[in-house]
Nanobody, 126 residues
């Protein structure tokens, strides 16, 4: 199991950009599919994006496709989420997560993730 520590986030105007990062501990990082989820106030946690162990495969929620990019650097044990053209409806607490049982195409299945970051707040003002 890996430990995940997030950084990034904050307040941005609509149309702006933010980058979230997630640093993982442990030597087995490259064996995990990594995902990003978000939870807006009063809403359930929602899938955002997932990336394969190699970084070669990515999968996105329709709501962020074309605006967000997930990537990973296995040499540095990090996964990132570049968020462009942000909208007020993107406001949420964002979480990175790791799973050893899912492929990236199944990355929307949040109950199968083994480890979670602490969460970071992203606020998009209109």
């Amino acid at each position: 199991q890996v430990q995940l520590v997030q950084s990034g986030g904050g307040l941005v105007q609509a149309g702006g950009s933010l980058r979230l990062s997630c640093a993982a501990s442990g030597r087995t990082f490259r064996s995990y599919t990594m995902g990003w989820f978000r939870q807006a106030p009063g809403n359930q946690r929602a899938f955002v994006a997932a990336v394969s162990w190699s970084g070669g495969g990515t999968y996105y929620a329709d709501s962020v496709k074309g605006r967000f990019t997930i990537s990973r650097d296995n040499a540095k044990n990090t996964v990132s989420l570049q968020m462009n053209n942000l909208k007020p409806e993107d406001t949420a607490v964002y979480y990175c997560a790791a799973t050893s049982t899912l492929s990236y195409r199944e990355g929307w299945r949040d109950t199968e993730y083994n480890s979670w970051g602490q969460g970071t707040l992203v606020t998009v003002s209109s």
